[in-house]
């Protein structure tokens, strides 16, 4: 009989486990896969962007509705004692940009060491390979769990099965039939920090071809719903990179609507007046060389025979025999290269999984079901999600701890 049973062995089933063994209490935490963490490992490629510099109103503020229900996790466990807690296993941390905090070492598996030290030293029993298919509650209370290979009974149980993105590394939506077998609402998942493919098939030929410094638009119909400066990246369906994937929540939301159109100003700095001068001292050094060629001096090589067409101009055309509407035309698509997106990657290419247990049903303060006494939920299983920057890691181990604080 244990006093906690953990499901998932993700950064929020590990974290809540260690917390509960540290209090004395008997847990065992129970993970389908043969190994911890799978998803934690492919963090930031391998980086593992822990959490972010954020004061607790920013990173309240990043989760948008699900910010205030996290408040009290976040008071209990915020991004300073995590970096505490990394510390005293020996993990300094470092700040990036947009104050992303990383481990020095730059390796996800030294975060996964720790978390699996932190429960060894407080005893925490772990059983890998253990798939929980069904939830065991009587009266309202559970009792315990079923999974492959038996029953494991205990008066606490932590569903931290992850969303439904990246299967593979184990979370494939379990949570979801747990939590509902217990009377919970679950909120249609969908994908948060996800790429878009395009209409437009010449993307394919730029692949791996990335955009730095741009500002991107999203319109539909004429409407602004997005913007964003930073860095995107061509794929063979479409468009992805930081500054898509971190504007992707609120294009999801309107695909359904329809289409939506997007505006790359790939010189942001520049106005076309600045622009077009800038273009016509380049003709004017380089008259000699094609327009093609000319073009690498703004974009990326791959890109100019587009531009080209694009602009609707012959690709081998010399720059000296450049007219003033075809330089027109080029400072035009220079400030607003289209593109339509059409519909978003699958889930389970999502960085992170929106929608998911209904918050209202959570006691916030202690993140047991008001439904089901005993049941307790923790991170992306929640119906909350951040942007990137370490956000969703910290909700995670925040959401976790105080789980396993709380456990009576
Ligand atoms: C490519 C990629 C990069 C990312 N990079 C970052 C980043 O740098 N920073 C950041 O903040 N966030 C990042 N994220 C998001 C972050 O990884 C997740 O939000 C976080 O891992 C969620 O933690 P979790 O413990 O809730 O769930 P998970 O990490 O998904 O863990 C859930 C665990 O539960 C197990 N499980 C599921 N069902 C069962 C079952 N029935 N029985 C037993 N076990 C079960 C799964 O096998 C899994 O191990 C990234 C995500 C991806 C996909």
């Known amino acids: 009989m244990y006093d906690f049973i953990v499901i998932g062995g993700g950064p929020a089933g590990m974290m809540a486990a260690g917390r509960a063994g540290s209090r004395g209490k008997k847990v065992v935490l129970l993970e ?9 490992l492919i963090c930031a490629s391998g980086r593992c962007n822990v959490t972010n510099t954020a004061s607790l109103d920013l990173f309240i503020k990043a989760y948008g509705k699900g910010g205030p229900f996290l408040r009290a996790a976040l008071q209990t466990f915020d991004n ?30 030294s975060v996964l060491k720790a978390l699996e030290t932190y429960m060894h030293d407080h005893k925490v029993t772990i059983q890998t390979n253990s798939h ?3 939830l065991n509650s009587k009266s309202n209370r559970v009792s315990g769990v079923e999974t492959n290979s038996g029953s494991i009974f205990g008066n606490n149980i932590l569903i931290a099965t992850g969303g439904r993105s990246y299967p593979a590394t184990g979370s494939a939506g379990d949570g979801y039939k747990l939590a509902s ?46 913007e964003q400066f930073g860095e995107a990246l061509f794929t063979h ?34 106005t076309p007046e600045e622009l077009d001068s800038i273009l016509l001292d380049q003709i004017k050094r380089h008259g000699s060389k094609t327009m093609k ?14 531009f080209m067409n ?30 339509t997106f059409t519909r978003h990657r699958p889930i389970e290419e999502a960085i992170v999984t929106a929608g998911g247990i209904r918050l209202d049903e959570i006691d916030a303060k202690t993140m047991q079901s008001k439904l089901c006494e005993g049941v307790y939920f923790a991170g992306e299983v929640l119906d909350i999600d951040g942007p990137t920057g370490g956000f969703n890691l910290q909700a995670a181990f925040s959401s976790g701890y105080l789980a396993g604080d709380s456990i009576e």
């Open 32 to 40: 389908k896969k043969d190994q911890l963490g799978k998803k934690l």
């Open 293 to 306: 060629a000319c073009l690498t001096f703004f974009i990326p090589e791959k890109l100019a025979p587009i």
């Open 132 to 134: 929980v298919l069904r």
């Open 80 to 109: 300073e004692k995590l970096c505490s807690f990394l510390l005293s296993y020996g993990i300094e941390t470092v700040v990036e940009n947009k104050g992303r905090v990383f481990p020095k070492s730059q390796k996800a598996d």
């Open 310 to 339: 694009l602009c609707n101009i012959e690709p081998q055309k010399k720059a000296s025999q450049i007219t003033a509407p075809e330089r027109k035309r080029i400072v035009k698509l220079l400030k607003g290269l289209p593109l």
């Open 181 to 226: 077998s217990v009377g919970h609402t679950i909120c249609p998942p969908y994908p948060a920090i996800i790429a878009f493919e395009t209409e437009e098939t010449w993307v394919k030929s730029l692949q791996g071809t990335p955009m730095k410094n741009v500002h991107i638009t999203a319109y539909q119909s004429g409407k602004k719903i997005a």
């Open 237 to 270: 369906y479409g468009v992805s990179g930081p500054s898509i994937l971190d504007m992707s929540k609120r294009i999801v939301g309107c695909l359904p609507d329809g289409s939506v159109q997007i505006r790359i100003d790939l010189k942001p700095k520049h």
